[in-house]
């Protein structure tokens, strides 16, 4: 049997050890970053409201990959994201080539704030997820190759012009809903065509950092409701610095960086 205070002072120690980590100094850049959010129950003043959680994971210069900020907001608003993004920079963090996540409006007004030079690329992923959103169901088969086949060209060029053509489809199909959203997203989404071809998989779409936060989600469904925001918020930090220390070895990257120190040098000579 454990008294209540002996389990508080262990988690006091736990949450010491979590907060050191998470308020580590980090590199002066990271070429790409990673961001999202995802939503958690906790009790307040007797009734369950929701949380949000905001993570950055970054890939550095070596082309390993670190967990680089995890923090509270009471939505993905810009005030939210502001305060993730400050940190960061607080925390040494000077330069983020590409940052990469879905629309949400709050991060995109936030960005340029701390970060001015950094690139945005829009999820791919969740950008189909919003164009399909007006396209009925029996319909998605035969439009999911369409857009599909877009984000498989060969340059950003050709990709804006398939995105036309398909739009012309959609039109045809009398989706024009579906066809506006593509028209007026597609720049978002080519972003990752300025970057060396051996990384467009993993940086046109935030897919890491959802398998990621799945694996979150799955490990605080058993919680339910939190106790409060600081209660979530180590949870989250602790499976996140439980994947980085064992799953993300020292020794094997995440990311060949040979192409973009070439491109790079190219562009300085």
Known sequence: RVSPSTVSNL???????????????????????????????????????????????????????????????????????????????????????????????????????????????????????NILHKVPKQKREEVIPMLKAIHAQEDAQSAREKAISVAAKLEDLKLGPAASILLQGIDESLTYYRFPREHHRSIRTNNMLERIMKEIRRRTRVVGSFPDGKSALMLACARLRHIATKSWSDTRKYMDMTKLEEIELQQTA
């Open 11 to 129: 988690n006091q120690k736990i949450y010491e050890r979590i907060e050191e980590w998470r308020q580590r100094p980090l590199r002066n850049r990271y070429v790409y970053t990673y961001l999202d959010g995802l939503w958690l129950k906790r009790a307040w003043g007797g009734e369950v409201e929701n949380v949000s959680i905001l993570v950055a994971i970054g890939v550095n210069e070596m082309g390993f990959r670190e967990v680089l900020g995890v923090s509270e907001g009471m939505s993905e608003d810009k005030e939210s994201w502001r305060n993730l993004l400050r940190n960061l920079y607080g925390r040494g963090l000077r330069r983020i080539d590409l940052a990469i996540s879905d629309k949400a409006a709050g991060l995109i007004e936030a960005l340029p704030e701390f970060y001015p030079q950094a690139k945005w690329q829009r999820c791919v992923f969740h950008f189909h997820k």
